[in-house]
């Protein structure tokens, strides 16, 4: 891999482990200066940053003014070391609402990474918003800054909606204790009910309680089978039970 494909490549790491950042807005209560507030976000068929924000908070009123915004994400650590060593990377681009076209896709997406956001909707009136990136700034350390080209940078998923329905749909009804063996061979964590959130080309998403989990695969797939074919090659090696994913 080049230099260029691995610093996208980390890039795009560092987008799907997270599953918040801060999100920076134009001020109208003090004009002339951001505002920046933590911000849960999941990503949506193209890639692009999703996020659920009330009529009433500061950010909608600030991007109905001006919808220039940004999203800064950082790596997630372990709390050790020097936090200016981890990557960080600050995506630019205009925040719209979700069409209502969209928005029942989108809003039962949203709402598979954030089971809590449910409950939001019985106080305030809230709108998910899609964030269409338009620059890219990703710092991989000290010394290591790039703009990265926002088409090289993005990547659709390669799985239609019907295919990761499928699949997300099947592991957690019929394969949850491969979820909790994944989420105890390759990242050490001890789980009790897992459940597969999303997937495409590139890893699935596992959440456990509020905590999202983010499995890599270690070669992109494109289609069902191939997303099949890879995930029982992981039960393989993460258990030495014989049981298949059929």
């Known amino acids: 891999m080049s230099i260029v494909n691995n610093t996208i490549a980390e ?16 001020s109208l209560a003090v004009p002339g200066y951001p505002f920046g507030s933590i911000t849960p976000y999941c990503l949506d068929q193209r890639g692009m940053p999703i996020i659920l924000i009330a009529n009433i908070a500061l950010h909608t009123k600030n991007i109905c003014a001006d919808n ?8 997630q650590g372990n709390g050790n070391g ?15 609402q979700v069409s209502d076209t969209e928005e029942v896709s989108i809003a039962a997406r949203y709402r598979a ?3 809590d956001s449910a409950s939001y909707f019985k106080v305030h009136t809230f709108h ?12 991989g350390g000290f010394g290591q800054i790039h703009w ?17 329905t499928s699949i997300i749909d099947h592991m957690n009804k019929d394969h949850q204790q491969e979820l909790i063996d994944y989420c105890s061979h390759f ?19 596992v959440l456990d309680g509020n905590n999202k989990v983010r499995f890599a695969f270690p070669n992109p797939v494109a289609t069902l089978l191939e997303a099949k074919e890879i995930m029982v090659a992981m039960a393989k090696v993460s258990s030495s ?6």
């Open 82 to 96: 020097n936090v200016q060593e981890f990557g960080r990377l600050t995506l630019l681009g205009n925040c719209v």
């Open 187 to 205: 990242k050490k964590l001890k789980v009790i009910n897992p459940v597969m959130v999303g997937i495409d080309g590139k890893g699935f998403d």
């Open 113 to 115: 990474y954030f089971p």
């Open 148 to 164: 990265l080209k926002t088409e090289e940078f993005l990547v659709g998923n390669a799985l239609d909606e019907k295919s990761q």
């Open 68 to 75: 220039k915004v940004s999203l800064t994400i950082t790596e």
């Open 128 to 139: 998910h918003f899609r964030i269409n990136i338009i620059k890219v700034r990703y710092i």
């Open 241 to 246: 039970r014989t049981k298949k994913i059929s």
């Open 11 to 26: 890039a795009r790491d560092v987008l799907h482990n997270a599953s918040h950042g801060v999100l920076s807005t134009h």
